[in-house]
C-alpha cells in the first residue's frame, strides 16, 4: 500500500496550487490524513489533517485561512488547495495516513503517521 502525491510545482508569491494524495493497496482502509512540509535544514513541520469521514479538519497557524484540506472519501484521495503562497511555503508536502485515531483527535506529530507518500516539491519565488 503506498501513498502518491502530485500538483507540485513552481509558482510566484500570491499565487495557488492544488496538491493531491492518493492512496493505494490491496485493501480499502479508512484513516486520518496529514500534510506535512519539510524545507531544506528544517524538520518536517505539520500543515493541515482532516478526519477520515472529512467532517472534521485542522491546520497549522502558518497556513490558517491560506490552505483548505479536504478529501474524496469514496476514493480515498486527499487534496490540499494552498493559495497566496509565500516564499516561505517553499519545501516538499508529503501526505501521510495515521491509521490509528479513527474518530479521535486530528494529528499534527510526524511520529503519529504510518503511511507516507514520496514527497512532491513547492517552490514560491518572490
Known amino acids: 500500500e503506498q501513498l502518491v502525491e502530485s500538483g507540485g510545482g513552481w509558482v510566484q508569491a500570491g499565487d495557488s496550487l492544488r496538491l493531491a494524495c492518493e492512496y493505494s493497496g490491496r485493501t480499502f482502509r479508512i484513516f486520518n490524513m496529514g500534510w506535512f512540509r519539510q524545507a531544506p535544514g528544517k524538520e518536517r513541520e505539520f500543515a493541515a489533517a482532516i478526519s477520515w469521514n472529512g467532517d472534521s479538519t485542522y491546520y497549522a497557524d502558518s497556513v490558517k485561512g491560506r490552505f483548505i484540506i479536504s478529501r474524496d472519501t469514496a476514493n480515498n484521495t486527499g487534496f490540499l488547495q494552498m493559495n497566496d503562497l509565500k516564499p516561505d511555503d517553499t519545501a516538499v508536502y508529503y501526505c501521510?495516513?495515521?491509521?490509528?485515531?479513527?474518530?479521535?483527535?486530528?494529528?499534527?506529530?510526524?511520529?503519529?503517521?504510518?503511511?507516507w507518500g514520496q514527497g512532491t516539491q513547492v517552490t514560491v519565488s518572490s
Open positions: 501521510a495516513a495515521d491509521l490509528y485515531s479513527i474518530g479521535g483527535p486530528l494529528r499534527d506529530r510526524p511520529a503519529y503517521y504510518d503511511i
